[in-house]
């Protein structure tokens, strides 16, 4: 039996906004109550579009962000609950790559330093041995010896996010949260980075919580996968399941606008073209959050929330229109 490495269950991420005198108390609602495991060494993907709260998720997993209510535990450790040292002492066991490689490393700062000075703060091997150890990361990243010298600006960006991933594995860290880490590459060096993050995982024995809008990257990197709206998972499922039968009206979007997907079969045949913007997660709608957008929606849709029910083996979903057995009660549109 497989080992849960993260246990997040019910995450909330709440921020209470300023509001003029006499006026009600605002609250912006990030995350609105997500659960999940990663089991060690599998990669769990998060999709969604911009505004769903996926980064917002991997913040509070890394206590970065304010875990408003809810449950963050890294094997027997209480993420979510730790304070001061206690919690920088777990540090080392969970780390990040951000987005931009070049806003999250120092410009004045050489990258063997970088990596160095990540392995000091980390207190990891002796003194004298850190060197070396910067060197081997470099090395395990895919880069040049001769290159620790280089500052920031002399990589490209797939460099400088090598750099970032060598920075993050100082620590030998259990579980890697990658916050859309080749979004701002090249199409060629994304699967450069991601291939490399692979052949990594399966040298280091890693776990990934993996954010990412683009399906291409989320099918390729993840074996679990949520698909997230307005602070919740509407759709979640093993990576084979959701690709070949997905169920969320909100997914089917998703995947008819990639054009590289192929859903249920039907490449370029299956159309769902979303209405207007996702509503705001300061005014968030009593029914479905998506059915104000979804063009399946009934009266039972806007009158309660529909719970996240698995229909399938492992397959779990949050719509009115999608039976217990898992068949959709809802026609597919379909262009010529």
């Known amino acids: 039996m497989s080992e849960t490495l993260l246990q997040v269950r019910d995450l909330r991420v709440h921020y209470p906004l300023k509001s003029g005198l006499f006026q009600p108390k605002t ?29 917002t998720t991997a913040l509070a997993v890394m206590r970065l962000a304010p875990v408003t209510a809810g449950h963050v535990a890294l094997g027997d450790a209480p993420i979510s609950t730790l304070q001061g040292e206690g919690l920088r002492l777990q540090r080392k066991r969970f780390q990040m790559v951000f987005q931009d490689p070049f806003a999250s490393l120092n410009p004045r700062v050489r990258a063997g330093q970088a990596i160095r ?56 860290p259990e579980l890697l949260v990658c916050d859309e880490p080749v979004s701002a590459l090249d199409v060629a060096i994304q699967a450069q980075i991601l291939n490399l993050m692979q052949r990594l995982q399966k040298e280091l024995g890693l776990t990934y919580l993996f954010i990412s809008h683009d399906l291409g990257v989320i ?73 104000g957008r979804c063009p399946f929606a009934e009266d039972a849709c806007r009158a309660a929330p529909p719970p996240l029910r698995e229909v399938l083996p492992g397959h779990h979903v949050a719509c009115h229109r999608v039976s217990d057995s898992g068949q959709a009660l809802y026609p597919l549109p379909t262009i010529s």
């Open 219 to 291: 099918r390729h990197m993840c074996d679990d996968i949520a698909v997230m709206y307005l602070g919740q998972f509407v759709e979640r499922a093993p990576r084979e399941s959701l690709f070949a039968r997905p169920l969320h009206p909100y997914t089917l979007a998703l995947w008819s606008a990639a054009p590289s997907m192929d859903a249920r079969g039907q490449k370029r045949k299956l159309r769902i073209r979303l209405q207007g913007d996702p509503p705001s997660p300061l005014n968030v709608p009593s029914g479905c959050r998506f059915a």
């Open 117 to 172: 000075d990540a392995l000091d703060l980390m207190n990891v091997g002796t003194p004298a041995e850190r060197d070396d150890l910067a060197r081997t990361l470099f090395l395990q990243a895919g880069l040049r010896p001769e290159q620790m010298q280089l500052f920031p600006h002399q990589f490209s960006g797939g460099q400088r996010q090598r750099i970032a991933l060598a920075r993050a594995l100082a620590g030998r």
């Open 27 to 55: 609250v912006l609602k990030a995350v609105d109550g997500v659960s999940f495991d990663i089991e060690r060494g599998r990669t769990f993907g998060i999709v969604g579009e911009s505004g769903s709260g996926k980064s």
